[in-house]
């Protein structure tokens, strides 16, 4: 393939990282680097606590556990968003309520208000739009409903009011997989400033041990820890995600200085947000399909965006009426070439072949 969808960007820099890390004669598990790292996001993002587990999947169920969302309790969950949000909230026995999608393909408030005996709500800041997030939040609080911020798509992004995502809400999580704007392999990361969800989190990712190297325990706890060998890269990644977020901003500026095919519409961004992924919407679903073929012809990967929730076989009960913008919208939608490490000239010669395709 000549221009993958996405790959991770790694290069010398963290693969030295990693090295220097094997050759300290640390014992890879985690341990100091990976404190390192969630000193760094969590002063990056504005919160007090910082938890990291092995992936953001994990990172939602605990979240959800952590809020004392289980067993019966009501969840909205926005029905486009990566297929993990809603299975973490089946994972914790809750009861997820599918909330149609805006214009900017987050959680509509207009749909969220009016769905009844709510106890928590997951907003995701999807590909790093941010939609109504604050304004979500804020009615969270009202209603005594917790808010969870799934921020797999956006670190990089902020709110209006200059609130990072990872930084909103009862809870929130992170993602490190090799797609996402920074990555250690696999990772998710919870955070928040309530001292009371770091220390059941903290408690039960490593045993809920009553002292470190104890065989003591205070209760029931698992083992949801990471490596400090994954943190290193993790760390690597980190220093370099200013250099991440302009280089995001220039490639989405470059796409739109060159893409001109009346077929689709490139979505924009505001200033304050972090592209994730370049999506088009194309003015019909056959013309979606025609393109992506088109182009795989000439090397170029896309991605079809994620499929509504409510029309997976398995989450079909959850399905309701009012959802049918994001039932529809998703089938015009695609992902382009999103690499962080693709130049202006490589953007050029994509858009150059979009273009040609009519």
């Known amino acids: 393939m000549r221009f993958n969808q996405v790959s991770p960007a790694i290069d010398d820099q963290d693969i030295k990282a990693v090295n220097n890390y094997l050759k300290s004669g640390g014992w890879i598990t985690e341990h100091k680097v990976t404190k390192e790292l969630e000193e760094k996001i969590k002063n990056f993002t504005d919160r007090k606590f910082c938890v990291t587990v092995p992936n953001g999947t994990i990172a939602i169920y605990l979240s959800l556990l952590a ?79 917790k808010f969870i911020e799934d921020s797999a798509h956006a670190l990089g992004s902020e709110y209006s009011q200059k609130i990072k995502c990872g930084g909103l809400g009862d809870l929130s999580v992170l993602s490190f997989t090799p797609h996402k704007i920074i990555t250690m392999g696999q990772g998710g990361m919870i955070l928040t400033n309530k001292s009371k969800n770091f220390k059941y989190l903290n408690d039960l990712k490593t045993f809920n041990r009553k002292i470190d190297k104890v065989d003591w325990y205070k209760g029931f706890g698992l083992n949801f820890k990471i490596t400090d060998l994954q943190a290193s890269l993790g760390l690597s990644q980190f220093n370099k995600l200013e250099k991440f977020i302009n280089n995001k901003k220039t490639i989405l500026e470059t796409y739109k200085e060159n893409i001109n095919n009346d077929n689709i519409e490139l979505l924009d961004f505001e200033e304050n947000e972090v592209p994730w992924f370049f999506d088009v919407k194309t003015k019909t679903v056959k013309y979606r399909k025609y393109l992506a073929q088109e182009l795989r012809k000439k090397g170029i990967e896309t991605r079809e965006f994620y499929p509504a929730l409510s029309l997976q076989d398995h989450l079909k009960k959850y399905r309701n009426k009012n959802l049918k913008f994001s039932e529809n919208v998703f089938k015009k939608l695609l992902w382009l070439p999103s690499s962080n490490s693709l130049t202006k000239n490589d953007v050029k010669e994509i858009s150059s072949v979009i273009n040609s395709i009519v």
């Open 67 to 145: 809020a004392g969302i289980s067993n019966g309790k009501r969840v909205a969950i926005p029905n486009l968003t990566m297929v993990a949000t809603i299975n973490a909230a089946i994972w914790a026995n809750a009861v997820p309520v599918l909330v149609d999608v805006d214009e900017n393909l987050c959680m509509s408030y207009k749909d969220l208000i009016r769905k009844k005996n709510l106890d928590a709500v997951i907003f995701v800041p999807l590909n790093g739009r941010t939609g109504d997030g604050l304004k979500i939040n804020n009615w969270c609080k009202e209603n005594d409903i």
